[in-house]
């Protein structure tokens, strides 16, 4: 009898250290963030090499892209070539669709219609940077590099 209840104890133990594992796998399990391109209006919504993110620091991914300033908004989000879910970045939130130069907002990468909208006010060169370091959800900015 007690080695019935041993061997019952041994195999709970292995169970549930098992599905322990599981849940910390899950949430230590990272994305590989290197097939991301900044996609939008200027590339035909395709995965352009040259609009391929480059990773700048651990978790930081940007791209440069020359844009007009003709008064008209540019949308655009960043994804993989296949639009993979969870590799499809727009605005997590309403309040984050519209981004200005120097400010960042919020991304949800689980979206399918949410895509950021930037008008720029004078003609240059932009940088678009999404961060994933840290806690929450990732960070949008765009910058000008030239003007």
């Given at each position: 009898m007690?080695?019935?209840g041993f061997v019952s104890t041994v195999i709970l133990a292995s169970f549930l250290s098992g599905c322990a594992t599981n849940v910390i796998d899950g949430l230590?399990?990272?994305?590989?963030?290197?097939g991301l391109y900044l996609r939008g209006v200027f590339s035909w919504w395709e995965a352009d090499e040259k609009y391929k993110?480059?990773?700048l620091s651990d978790q930081v991914y940007s791209t440069s892209i020359e844009l007009i300033a003709d008064g008209?908004?540019?949308d655009f989000k960043?994804?993989?070539a296949n639009w993979t879910p969870g590799m499809n970045c727009g605005y997590a939130n309403e309040s984050d669709k519209v981004i200005v130069v120097g400010e960042s907002v919020?991304?949800?990468c689980d979206?399918?219609?949410e895509n950021f909208r930037f008008t720029p006010t004078e003609t240059g060169t932009f940088q678009f940077t999404?961060?994933?370091s840290g806690f929450g959800a990732p960070k949008v900015s765009i910058n000008s590099i030239t003007n």
């Open positions: 007690k080695k019935i230590i399990k990272e994305h590989n963030y290197d993110l480059v990773e008209q908004p540019y960043f994804a993989d919020r991304s949800s979206t399918t219609d999404i961060n994933f």
